[in-house]
């Protein structure tokens, strides 16, 4: 399905359900499976084989993408023809495929009217918090990814000639950015925190079986999984970038990553707001430039939900133990909106391991774990139990 003429398409596949394993009498469910097929760049530098060469060793495959996202969709694809070759499967499984998750999702109106109704969305998306325990992700973060830039009117100048002349770029960014957030990392937004969702009890147990299990402190369980935080992910300079010389143009990335029940628009409005209002109190002479480049929402699974304890079932029925449930850091833009679109709940099947090394060199996924995580899908899709 094309969704513009400067975007991957998606992929939109669908396996219907065996008439040997439904009741004719009753609807047959549809599970949407969503997943990508983009990746992140992997320059050469730090692999130990070729980033888009899939290699085989000691048990794992390495290759960009294996685990983020592209071994989970190959496994829940064999999943649903297996079932589909024994005349097992016991749904209407579609797959959506998008090529533009890892900068910011687009062009699902258009797939919806094709799908139609379903029951419930499935995806497979990050991984365990640890090596050995299966886990289901029950939350993610949203996110607000914002440039800056601060420009003075100048050119490029020489260092031995202006040095300490003139009010640099470079040394304004860095006391401007220093200024975003305290001494213990919090936030210095005015009334940023004033939304975020209270601890319940149960979430405090989960995060204290987490401690046991990892034995990382509780406090900074909270602070990973389910806590706000900005970042700065980098910073630039204009060409022609000599260390000789004063640079007319300093840029940085800064995102924040928000949690329930922070609004994604009010906190980008007030970003922006904040950045302006904080550099003005500086009294800083160049120029501040704010641009939000993409925004996402986050998400929040449904503990109680018939197709949540269905799927721990299946993990449960596979691996012996009932999986650990987790919240996770990062963004994924198209979950909660799918779920908005469709009207259903989702579901987050993590299938790799916490050392995966997702979005960095020497990717890789464990073989065992594709072939388990099948069966776990296969569990779901043969038997799948509809809320009444």
Same mark, same amino acid.
């Given at each position: ?71 989970? #969709? !190959? ?8 079932? *589909? $070759? +024994? @005349?097992?499967?016991?749904?209407? %499984?579609?797959? =959506? ?114 401690? #046991? !299990? ?8 909270? *602070? $990973? +999984? @389910?806590?706000?935080?900005?970042? %700065?992910?980098? =910073? ?127 990717? +890789? ?24």
């Amino acid at each position: 399905l094309l969704t513009g003429e400067t975007t991957n398409p998606l992929v939109y596949a669908k396996f219907s359900a065996s008439a040997k394993a439904c009741n004719l009498n009753e609807r047959k469910p549809h599970i949407l499976f969503y997943g990508h097929y983009d990746v992140m760049p992997a320059p050469q530098q730090g692999w130990n084989s070729e980033p888009f060469d899939l290699v085989s060793r000691n048990g794992y495959l390495y290759g960009r993408g294996v685990t983020n996202d592209k071994g989970p #969709i !190959i496994v829940v694809a064999c999943a649903a023809a297996e079932l *589909r $070759r +024994r @005349r097992a499967l016991g749904a209407d %499984v579609s797959f =959506l495929i998008e090529g533009e998750e890892e900068c910011g999702s687009t062009g699902f109106d258009e797939a919806q009217d094709s799908i139609g109704h379903v029951d419930v969305i499935l995806f497979s998306n990050s991984t365990w918090i640890t090596e050995y325990e299966p886990c289901i992700t029950y939350g993610l973060h949203g996110a607000v990814h914002c440039s800056l830039q601060i420009s003075k009117s100048l050119p490029d100048l020489h260092s031995s000639i202006e040095g300490g002349v003139i009010r640099e770029p470079m040394l304004d960014m860095i006391k401007f950015l220093g200024t975003l957030i305290d001494a213990d990392n919090k936030v210095q937004m005015p009334a940023f925190y004033d939304d975020v969702c209270t601890q319940s009890e149960e979430e405090m147990q989960l995060l204290n079986r987490l401690f #046991i !299990i990892t034995n990382r402190a509780s406090h900074c369980l909270a *602070r $990973r +999984r @389910r806590e706000s935080a900005m970042t %700065v992910h980098n =910073l630039d300079i204009s060409e022609p970038k000599n260390a000789t010389v004063i640079p007319s143009r300093v840029s940085a990335q800064v995102s924040i990553r928000i949690v329930p029940d922070q609004c994604t628009e009010k906190i980008s409005d007030d970003l922006q707001s904040f950045l302006r209002s904080r550099f003005e109190k500086l009294g800083l002479p160049n120029k501040l430039d704010v641009h939000i480049d993409k925004k996402a929402d986050w998400w929040l699974g449904e503990l109680n939900d018939t197709w949540f304890k269905s799927l721990e079932k299946a993990i449960y029925g596979e691996w012996g133990i009932m999986p650990l449930r987790i919240r996770e850091g990062g963004s994924i833009p198209s979950v909660p909106f799918l779920e908005k679109g469709f009207g259903c709940h989702a579901l987050h099947l993590p299938m790799g391991q916490s050392s995966d090394q997702a979005h960095l060199p020497n990717e +890789r996924i464990s073989i065992a774990n594709l072939h388990r995580g099948k069966a776990v899908v296969e569990r779901l899709f043969s038997a799948p139990v509809m809320p009444k």
